[in-house]
């Protein structure tokens, strides 16, 4: 399933200049994303009014969550668990709709599925996206779309959304409702919070000054770009893709593909608890996910056992922003990103380090169904090295590696963010 061409440096940071900002950002919102942003933050829009958008997308985080619970709590009482870590907000102005067959944006590697937003790209636009957790029951809880209307319809800024919308849109509860989905999709769109564009790395890039100063990377932050890419190390440029993508944009840090990469069972998810006389739970990601879209002719509902080879897949995240994040992966499993970077390089040379073991048997990739598990990528730095052989990257690779994701953190500041001692040469 090796079907990514493994490129060192296809495209990376040495490509500098001529790439256009954004065309996104705006400096003055428009009507309708002035009211998305008034949704964004509206606590009345869930059944407890006490959670909104942003009590999981911590604008001060980077639109990710800012505690460090694997799942968070919501509901009426904002007492029932979650199942999935908080994704960041940053930076998904390039998703393409899902699609079972997406070229990939590299304009190089084969088709595959990908696109849409979730971890398991159950929407295709940030639209229908907030419909998910308006309704979902763990997490905003509202009864239907006519309550979430209703609470729109009531608010200080009911004349707002009529003026960006139309006048008599409280009328139809399906328009209305559809358009708030709208209204978040617009502040998202336009609001430069959300792709701010001001990394270290986009300094550097971009070849701009930062606080007046020029901007450069250190030694080893070049060193862990370089590990990051080469095919035989990091290769992590093979998913995280930053290169230009043929459907705009660059520096994305993924290619919006799906991948089972086998991270461990997380048992601080209430679902995954054993419960006796009841099957175990299992996020299996793609494969159960219901991709709505009757206009897309390769999207199929994803129903087993015909989307078996799509189980355990999950999207491949931006790294944009990572370095910065409390809970990592779709289960929230670790919470450092040296983990998240150990774990990739001895999943396969030390798997007790990470699995647990059961009658002398490591229990590997032991968040997915034995059935499942051909399916895991056999990619570097995840390529089934033996047990106790020596690993793709070594300690310093490592530490360079996590220089570099560190230069990926919006809001630097030359002179003025603190620099990681760890990095400064
Ligand atoms: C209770 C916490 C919580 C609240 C409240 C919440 N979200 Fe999320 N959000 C999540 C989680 C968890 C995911 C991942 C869901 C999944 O993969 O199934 C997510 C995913 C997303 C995504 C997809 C990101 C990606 O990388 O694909 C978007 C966009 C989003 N949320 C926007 C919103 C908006 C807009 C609101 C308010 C209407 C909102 N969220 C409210 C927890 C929350
Ligand atoms: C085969 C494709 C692939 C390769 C190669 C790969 N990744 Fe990933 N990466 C993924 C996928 C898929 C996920 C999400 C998996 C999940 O949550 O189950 C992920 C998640 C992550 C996360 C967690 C981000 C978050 O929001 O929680 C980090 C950090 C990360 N990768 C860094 C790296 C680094 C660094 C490398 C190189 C050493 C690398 N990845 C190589 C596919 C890949």
């Not at 701009?208 to 290769?235: C, H, P, Y």
């Not at 159960?288 to 799509?310: E, F, R």
């Not at 922003?321 to 990739?344: C, D, E, M, P």
Request: proline share 7%; hydrophobic share 35%.
């Amino acid at each position: 399933m090796s079907r990514r061409v493994q490129r060192v440096l296809a495209a990376g940071i040495c490509v500098l200049g001529g790439v256009a900002a954004p065309t996104f950002a705006q400096s003055t919102l428009s009507l309708q994303a002035q009211v998305g942003k008034k949704l964004f933050f509206d606590t009345n829009l869930s059944a407890s009014q006490k959670m909104s958008c942003a009590t999981c997308h911590d604008p001060g985080n980077h639109y990710a969550q800012s505690n460090t619970l694997s799942v968070q709590l919501g509901g009426p009482t904002l007492t029932t668990p979650g199942f999935r870590a908080v994704p960041t907000l940053t930076y998904k102005e390039y998703t393409p709709p899902y699609n079972d067959n997406a070229a990939n944006p590299d304009g190089v590697s084969t088709n595959s599925p990908g696109g849409g937003f979730t971890w398991s790209g159950r929407a295709d636009t940030l639209a229908q996206q907030a419909a998910i957790p308006l309704l979902s029951s763990f997490e905003m809880a509202n009864t239907n779309a006519a309550a979430v209307v209703q609470v729109v319809q009531n608010a200080s800024y009911a004349g707002l959304f009529q003026q960006a919308y139309s006048a008599d849109v409280f009328s139809n509860t399906q328009t209305a409702f559809t358009d708030i989905g709208l209204a978040l999709q617009q502040y998202q769109l336009e609001d430069s919070s959300f792709h701010p564009f001001n990394s270290k790395f986009d300094y550097y890039a971009q070849q701009e000054l930062s606080n007046g100063q020029v901007v450069t990377l250190t030694a080893s932050e070049l060193a862990g770009f370089n590990v990051f890419t080469d095919a035989k190390r990091g290769n992590c440029f093979a998913c995280h893709y930053s290169g230009p993508m043929t459907g705009g944009g660059q520096y994305m840090f993924t290619d919006f593909t799906y991948e089972a990469i086998g991270v461990p069972r997380n048992p601080n998810i209430p679902a995954n608890a054993t419960r006796i006389g009841l099957p175990a739970y299992y996020d299996l990601g793609l494969c159960t996910a219901v991709n709505p879209d009757p206009q897309n002719a390769y999207v199929i509902p994803h129903m087993l056992p015909g989307s078996a080879s799509l189980c355990g897949m999950f999207k491949v995240p931006t790294l944009r922003n990572t370095a910065t994040r409390k809970v990592f992966f779709h289960n929230g499993i670790f919470n450092s990103l040296a983990q998240v970077l150990s774990w990739y390089n001895t999943r396969d040379t030390n798997p007790a380090a990470w699995y647990p073991t059961v009658k002398g048997v490591v229990q590997k990739f032991n968040d997915m169904p034995a059935a499942y598990q051909a399916n895991i990528d056999p990619q570097v730095p995840l390529d089934g090295l033996p047990v106790g052989g020596a690993p793709h990257m070594t300690a310093q690779d490592l530490q360079n590696l996590q220089c570099f994701l560190e230069t990926l953190t919006d809001g630097y500041v030359a002179g003025v963010t603190p620099e990681d001692p760890n990095c400064a040469h």
